[in-house]
């Protein structure tokens, strides 16, 4: 599986920004497809994600009302929908396909086997 994440950029706060992962090999309704974003000197941190075989998701507690994770399977891509967009928000994001469904599992990185290469996502203020 290979995965390209876009559509970061540079927004003002308020503002929304919808990124996209795309993947090539198996379809990602098989795999637990995951967002995470690393801020400049902080860990990489866990956002949401859409359970393999279903449409439930999860969020983390910094981001949930305003970021919403979605899937397109014709497409094969997985979109992270980000409103009311804080400078805090700033970092680059990533997308992440794994095998898990134990939340202790899918909100940590080694849960993932694949990952996009990231795209910036940067808010001023």
């Known amino acids: 599986v290979q995965l390209q994440a876009s559509g970061g950029g540079l927004v003002q706060a308020g503002d929304s920004l919808r990124l996209s992962c795309a993947g090539s090999g198996r379809t990602f309704s098989t795999y637990t497809m995951a967002w995470f974003r690393q801020a400049p000197g902080k860990e990489r941190e866990f956002l949401a994600c859409l359970f393999r075989g279903n449409t439930r998701t999860y969020y983390s507690e910094s981001v949930k009302g305003r970021f919403t994770v979605s899937r397109d399977a014709a497409k094969n891509t997985v979109y992270l929908q980000m409103n009311a967009l804080k400078p805090e928000d700033t970092a680059v994001y990533y997308c992440?396909?794994?095998?898990?469904?134990?939340?202790?599992?899918?909100?940590?990185?080694?849960?993932?086997?694949?990952w996009g290469q990231g795209t910036q996502v940067t808010v001023s203020s």
């Open positions: 992440a396909a794994g095998a898990g469904t134990i939340i202790s599992t899918i909100r940590r990185e080694n849960g993932y086997t694949y």
